[in-house]
C-alpha cells in the first residue's frame, strides 16, 4: 500500500488547493457581477474582495492587476459558453445546418438568460474604442468563425439571404442577448418576465419563428 497517497500531507495539500480553487472562483464571480454592473472603471479590487468575502491581496496573488482580473473574467465567461456550444458542432458536415444554427441559437438564450452578466459586460464595454474592447472581439471573434460556415450553408437552404455573415452575426448576438442584459427594460414591454423559464422558451420561438418562418 502507497503511504504516500495517503500522507496527512498531501490531504492537507488537496485541501489547499481546493480552498485556493474555491477561492478564484469566487473571486472571479464576484468580479464578473461588478464588471458587468458597474464597469471596469467603476469598480475597484475593494468592492470586488468585499463581495467575495476575501482581500484585496488575494486578489492581487490570484490575478494580479484589476485589468487582468477584467481579462480572466471575460476568459472565464468565453469559456462557459464554450463548454456548452462547442459540443453542439462535433459533427459540423453531417448535420442538418438549419437544425444546427436552431440548435445553437436556443442554447445561446437559455445561457445567456443563466448568465446575463455576458451581455452586460459586452454593453459595458462595446460602446468605447479600446484595449478592452479589442480584447472583448478577439475573445468572441472565434464563435464568429465557428458560425459563418453553418450560416452559409443555412443560405444555400434558402433562409436568411439577406444578411451577409458579419451582419448576422451582429444581428443575432444582439437579438438573442440584449433583452436578457436589459431585463427590467423588456420585462415593461413582454408579458412574460424575461429572467423566468416561460419567458425565456418564449423569446426562444420568437427569434427562431423571425429567423425561420418557412419551418415554425
Known amino acids: ?72 473574467v471575460v476568459d472565464d465567461f468565453i469559456a462557459q459558453v464554450a463548454e456548452r456550444q462547442l459540443p453542439l458542432f462535433d459533427k459540423i458536415d453531417e448535420d442538418d445546418p438549419v437544425d444546427l444554427l436552431k440548435a445553437f441559437i436556443t442554447q445561446f438564450m437559455r445561457q445567456t438568460a443563466d448568465m446575463p452578466e455576458v451581455a452586460k459586460l459586452m454593453l459595458k464595454e462595446g460602446g468605447e474604442q479600446g484595449p478592452h474592447l479589442d480584447y472583448l472581439v478577439a475573445r468572441i471573434l472565434p464563435v464568429h468563425e465557428l458560425i459563418t460556415p453553418v450560416f452559409e450553408r443555412v443560405q444555400k437552404a434558402g433562409y436568411l439571404t439577406e444578411h451577409d455573415p458579419e451582419s448576422f452575426f451582429i444581428f443575432l448576438v444582439m437579438l438573442c442577448s440584449v433583452p436578457f442584459a436589459l431585463a427590467p427594460f423588456t420585462n415593461k414591454f413582454y408579458r412574460d418576465d424575461i429572467a423566468g423559464d416561460a419567458g425565456v422558451e418564449a423569446h426562444i420561438n420568437r427569434v427562431l419563428s423571425t429567423l425561420f418562418p418557412k419551418t415554425t
Open 1 to 72: 500500500m502507497d503511504n504516500k497517497r495517503n500522507s496527512p500531507d498531501r490531504k492537507r495539500g488537496k485541501r489547499s488547493a481546493e480552498a485556493a480553487d474555491e477561492t478564484r472562483r469566487g473571486i472571479l464571480a464576484a468580479a464578473g457581477r461588478h464588471f458587468a454592473a458597474d464597469g471596469f472603471g467603476a469598480t475597484s479590487l475593494r468592492d470586488i474582495a468585499d463581495s467575495a468575502g476575501t482581500t484585496h491581496g488575494l486578489i492581487r496573488h490570484h490575478f494580479g492587476t484589476k485589468d487582468d482580473l477584467w481579462k480572466a
